[in-house]
């Protein structure tokens, strides 16, 4: 940025440079008024100001110290206009004007604000290197962070090609190398910078590298504590709490917290119950509201443990620690996922009677507990209460009744609660539309179901892979399979790779429309795409080739499967067990039902229905009824559909099996239900 002299100043130029630092402040004390422009340029300074300057400084011969250019763009700095000190520091050079440490550290600075600049502070480095400068404490800070923010950043706008967390380690080590040695505080900083942004495995030989020079603190200490804990090394974790004690350091309860929720990471919450009672026996801290509400999380994960956090949260009032909205909120949450919704109102109860306020999250547990076991007028109650008491629903409350309501079909009803999110200024995400467009589908309104994935689109990036699959299934169920392959190949330009529910979808559609060549093309297509089937694809495809009557194809794909050991279920057996009992091959069916045991595999009820139905069918009676006894003496107990069979297989074959009388097929079924009780 090179700008005009004015006239005055080059009149003032013209008298001669000068010849000192303080005559060069006493020359623009005249022009700006300022007596201490330069050396302590004034925060509220006009930039437009500090940039003319900067510009006449360039113009002054013999050319003034580098100090002076510094401290101008120190001041530029100052006042957040990184984007312009770049481009003077490239002036400077231009100039021939060699920077010092000051300069850099500046400019570096500079370039680590500008997120987008390239390298970020990298192009700066080498002229440290190059020149045998050291870089100061806020510059190595500054650098490091930057880095380290970049490991954050989408690799779409981050340079691929460079490890940012390698650059933020190499700095470190650079500060260890750096006299002064930086305070253990500084240290520390960076390592908590590391652990916000879950580098917990890039700490533990920096630490190490790090007591080597310096005595860590108490807070060091509890870093790496946390780092140990969610690396899952209790162990480790342990024994630097040994090192407190060794330092001659006290542990607080934030390291005893750590230690805790460490063992309740690793499913160890025997543990961490144990270390609390030591904890409190000990008298090491008192426990406050966080030490239980880490408790009551770990009993909350273990199932059929909430009794247990309803103990514990007794226990706080014992040791006159006040429960909390997250306290109560986890237990809450914990009975609703058990189903336990009855009881979890009751401690909501208890909650607002105790005056604690249930925050946003609290009724959103709630709602969704009572809209699992379909108390859908409940929650839409519960909804108003919490708008009555000014707790504003976020996007997770109303997501949860619009899949709920249009699971149960009241798609009208979950339109309003969309319009109504949009009222309030909450904007539907991903997962609200796509419960919407589930719900238009499950009701076979598929034009309804196309606009609201069309809006998805027109939004931007709100179309993900889930919501293209719940479209082709929508598709596929209303037998519109050409519509849903058509959505299947327009993933590919919106840049969304099919997965296995995707491609099992479209396979299910294309076989139960018969177009079975489709299908198995497909099912290649998706091997090839480096996509694995599951039990559930191999089901699809089992069930196509025996409705298609192509057993041997069905066999042999099943044989397949089991010399690739792929997890077989007993779904997939029941298919084939059908196909070939309808296709008439009794035999190989007994056979294939016969060996299920040996493969690990237990038949269910549908198991013995399909043989039963298969075994009356071609009048074999007596052997249908020996099934339906095993079925009871391994514990399968039958259903209706078991006892019709049976019946419905006495009646089409009492001719055959018990002479033409009345009284002698009655007498039949007579000792058939006998036989039963």
Known sequence: MMLMLSRRTRGMLSSGPPSSFDDLTALFHSKFGDTQVLRDPPATSNVEQTLNMFDEML???????VACFSQLLAQIARLERYDAVIPLFKQMGAMGIAPDASTLNVVTNCYCHLKHAPGLGLPVLPHFFKLGLQLDLTTFTALINAFLLQTTVHPKTSNANLNYLDYA????HEMLRSRPLPSVISFTKILGQLVKLKHYFAVIPLFQQMRLLIAPNHYTLSIVINCYCHLNQMGFSLSILGSFFKSGLEPDVITFNTLIHGFILDNQVAEAARMFTKTLEAGHCKPDVSTFNILLKGFCKTSNSSSAAIQLLRKMEEVECKPNTISYGTIIDSLCKDLLVDEALELFKEMISRGIAPNVVTYTCLIQGLCNVGQWQEATRLLDQMLSKGVSPDIFTFSVLVDTLCKQGMVIKAKNVVQMMIQR?????????????DGYCML?????????FDLMINKGGMVNVHSCSILINGYCKAKKIDQATKIFNEMHSMELVPNTITYTTLIDGLCKARRMQDAEILFSKMQGCGQLPNVQTYAVLLDG????????AAIELLKEMEANKVELNIVVYNVVIEGLCKAGNIVYARDLFSHLSSKGVQPNVRTYNIMIHG??????????????REMGEKGCSPDGWTYNTIIRGLLKNNETSWGCSRSGFLAAVKRFMLNLL
Not at 169 to 172: E, R, S
Not at 444 to 452: C, I, N, Q
Not at 545 to 552: E, K, T, V
């Open 615 to 628: 075994l009356c069918h071609h009048a074999l009676i007596i052997e249908a009824e020996k099934l339906l």
């Open 444 to 452: 076979g309104e598929m034009d309804k179901a196309k606009e609201v």
């Open 425 to 437: 200024g909450i904007e539907p995400n991903t997962v609200t539309y796509s419960s919407l467009m």
């Open 545 to 552: 080739l025996c409705n298609d009557q192509r057993l041997s």
């Open 169 to 172: 380690l190499n700095m470190f």
């Open 59 to 65: 113009h002054l011969r013999p050319v003034p110290p």
